[in-house]
T-cell receptor, first 113, second 113 residues
Framework: GQQLNQSPQSMFIQEGEDVSMNCTSS?????WLWYKQDPGEGPVLLIA?????ELTSNGRLTAQFGITRKDSFLNISASIPSDVGIYFC?????????????FGKGTKLSVKP | SQTIHQWPATLVQPVGSPLSLECTVE??????LYWYRQAAGRGLQLLFY??????ISSEVPQNLSASRPQDRQFILSSKKLLLSDSGFYLC????????????FGSGTRLTVV
């Protein structure tokens, strides 16, 4: 079946650092989404991408829909403590209005001790 | 605006006891509804999804079942809980397929003891 390989699995951030994570697949997708999950909460949609090569920002977050349609990237600039959490990529290859999202296994951001 | 409600927020149940988790959506009609489980704060596992009243699709064979008695109500059940049923259960909805992503509830933390 279709799978999304999300990396890194986890990373430590220091306030002010830039953060990068990515999601890759051997399959082609029409839609890429990025979610953030705070501890004890449900994931919240951050950015949605619908076109190959598209670059979209949401505040300090920037995500890109890979030109091959098989990958996507999320960057966080000048990280702050509230950026900690789990970030999920999700993708969809729809032939109509149905079809379920496929999720990556998540990237866990923690603060450097 | 659309909202999604999940309850209870936390639940501790003995092995062998029944389970009923409820999810309701407000402010939309004919949503697609989903139940996910998340173990150990990591990946999201799709358990069930529903495209309409009485229509349930199971993704993973297990000790759980789902029902959709009303358009905006989705229930996750078990007749006899196992220790392995412990986890964080998330309900989600979408309209018009998954192209705009899912909106997640705040989750139920289930601990089976």
């Amino acid at each position: 079946g279709q799978q999304l390989n999300q990396s890194p699995q986890s990373m430590f951030i220091q306030e002010g650092e830039d953060v990068s994570m990515n999601c890759t697949s051997s399959s082609i997708f029409n839609t890429w989404l990025w979610y953030k999950q705070d501890p004890g909460e449900g994931p919240v949609l951050l950015i949605a991408l619908y076109k190959a090569g598209e670059l979209t920002s949401n505040g300090r977050l920037t995500a890109q829909f890979g030109i091959t349609r098989k990958d996507s990237f999320l960057n966080i600039s000048a990280s702050i403590p509230s950026d900690v959490g789990i970030y999920f990529c999700a993708a969809l290859n729809y032939g109509g209005s149905q079809g379920n999202l496929i999720f990556g296994k998540g990237t866990k951001l923690s603060v450097k001790p | 605006s659309q909202t999604i409600h999940q309850w209870p927020a936390t639940l501790v149940q003995p092995v062998g006891s029944p389970l009923s988790l409820e999810c309701t959506v407000e402010g939309t009609s004919n949503p697609n509804l989903y139940w996910y489980r998340q173990a150990a704060g990591r990946g999201l596992q799709l358990l069930f999804y529903s495209v309409g009243i009485g229509q349930i699709s199971s993704e993973v064979p297990q000790n759980l079942s789902a029902s959709r008695p009303q358009d905006r109500q989705f229930i996750l059940s078990s007749k006899k809980l196992l220790l392995s049923d412990s986890g964080f259960y998330l309900c989600a909805w979408s309209v018009g397929g998954a192209v705009y992503g899912y909106t997640f509830g705040s989750g139920t933390r289930l601990t089976v003891v």
